[in-house]
T-cell receptor, first 110, second 115 residues
Framework: AQRVTQPEKLLSVFKGAPVELKCNYS??????LFWYVQYSRQRLQLLLRHISRESIKGFTADLNKGETSFHLKKPFAQEEDSAMYYC????????????FGQGTRLTINP | DTGVSQNPRHKITKRGQNVTFRCDPISEHNRLYWYRQTLGQGPEFLTY????????KSRLLSDRFSAERPKGSFSTLEIQRTEQGDSAMYLC?????????????FGPGTRLTVT
């Protein structure tokens, strides 16, 4: 079964501090992993995907197949990073539907 | 093109009534998805279209739910005999024909309240 777990519903850090949002997954094959973000009063949007190996808005995420994790990291948090973050998984082939975690609300304190 | 649009944005209905939602995807996106999101949870997959063909339906989609995508353009999601448990945000997403097929562009959602 496909499953995504985000253990923290809420995460609060100070501006300039490092931030890490945890994501663990369960999938029998080789999944595609994503982070989606939803800023206040905006729609859900893609932040980054593991196959791109890119840094977006200072965020990076490394797929660790051994630990089945895809944690999102940023070395220096900014106030504009405050948002709801969802980790999502898609299996190879098929409908490419997304399986989402329950989300982590990140708050950056000034 | 302003992105995926959904109408209505909000719908309040009484239990037992039927409701229909519409999703207009980004032009030329051939894949269209419906998700449902309840409070405190991430979106849950409901169904998926490639062009006009409905290729997958979740077990969450009971017989009261039906989705269509005539002519492979806009899509409608109908809920018959609504129940209070149907109260949720219904999200639509589309993805393009070319390029990485996994990037989905989401609409603003339709919030359904069943009283």
């Amino acid at each position: 079964a496909q499953r995504v777990t985000q253990p923290e519903k809420l995460l609060s850090v100070f501006k300039g501090a490092p931030v890490e949002l945890k994501c663990n997954y369960s999938y029998s094959g080789s999944p595609e992993l994503f982070w989606y973000v939803q800023y206040s009063r905006q729609r859900l949007q893609l932040l980054l995907r593991h196959i791109s190996r890119e840094s977006i808005k200072g965020f990076t995420a490394d797929l660790n197949k051994g630990e089945t994790s895809f944690h999102l990291k940023k070395p220096f948090a900014q106030e504009e990073d405050s948002a709801m973050y969802y980790c999502a998984l898609s299996g190879q082939g098929g409908a490419q539907k997304l399986v989402f975690g329950q989300g982590t609300r990140l708050t950056i304190n000034p | 093109d302003t992105g995926v649009s959904q109408n209505p944005r909000h719908k309040i209905t009484k239990r037992g009534q039927n409701v229909t939602f519409r999703c207009d995807p980004i032009s030329e996106h051939n894949r269209l998805y419906w998700y449902r999101q309840t409070l405190g949870q991430g979106p849950e997959f409901l169904t998926y279209f490639q062009n006009e063909a409905q290729l997958e339906k979740s077990r969450l989609l009971s017989d009261r739910f039906s989705a269509e995508r005539p002519k492979g353009s806009f899509s409608t999601l109908e809920i018959q005999r609504t129940e209070q448990g149907d109260s949720a945000m219904y999200l639509c997403a589309s993805s393009p024909r070319k390029g990485p097929s996994y990037e989905q562009y989401f609409g603003p959602g339709t919030r359904l309240t069943v009283t």
